[in-house]
């Protein structure tokens, strides 16, 4: 659910800040941080981490999460296209460790003649983790300024990523 959280940030608010921020009124370039970079970026990483044990890759990917989130605030504040690429990317590989690690751990977890349903309650889940908090930045972006609403909705869902990183962490240690 924190993974699809970021997917909403990534979405939502991401690329028309990035565009404002950086000083590039073009549709191309919101398109491109989203889905060029960020995408590539969790395919590689997702790719990359196939030989990472499921369960630490969505930890360290929620733990990434949040931190790359984190940076995106201050990267925008540069104003600087290039920073802005390089912070999606981040964004991007993190979120692929988190999500690929989390549907990973799913499949290892989940007797086989559950998965239907299992998958079924996770994607009612992670979209209504995306919807939510998208719907209510949107309705905060019409009220106030798109670059005050930007830092504290990346706060609150970096916050749920280290939430899951730790009840991660937990998961470990009680087994």
Do not use: K
Request: proline letters at 3%; aromatic letters at 10%.
């Amino acid at each position: 659910m924190a993974s699809w959280s970021v997917l909403g940030v990534l979405l939502s608010l991401y690329p028309s800040l990035a565009a404002r921020q950086t000083h590039i009124d073009n549709l191309v370039f919101g398109g491109a941080v989203v889905v060029a970079t960020t995408a590539f970026a969790a395919a590689l990483a997702q790719l990359a981490a196939t030989r990472v044990p499921a369960r630490y890759s969505a930890i360290i990917g929620d733990a990434g999460m949040a931190v790359a989130l984190v940076l995106t605030i201050p990267v925008l504040l540069t104003h600087q296209w290039q920073l802005v690429f390089v912070a999606a990317a981040l964004l991007g590989a993190t979120f692929g460790l988190g999500f690929g690690g989390s549907l990973r751990h799913l499949s290892d977890v989940v007797p086989a003649g559950r998965r239907g349903e299992t998958m079924s309650a996770f994607y009612l889940l992670a979209y209504s983790a995306m919807a939510v908090p998208t719907l209510i930045a949107g309705w905060a972006a019409t009220e106030w300024e798109l670059a005050a609403v930007f830092p504290w909705f990346a706060g609150v869902v970096a916050a749920a990523c280290l939430g899951a990183a730790v009840a991660g962490l937990r998961s470990i240690r009680a087994t």
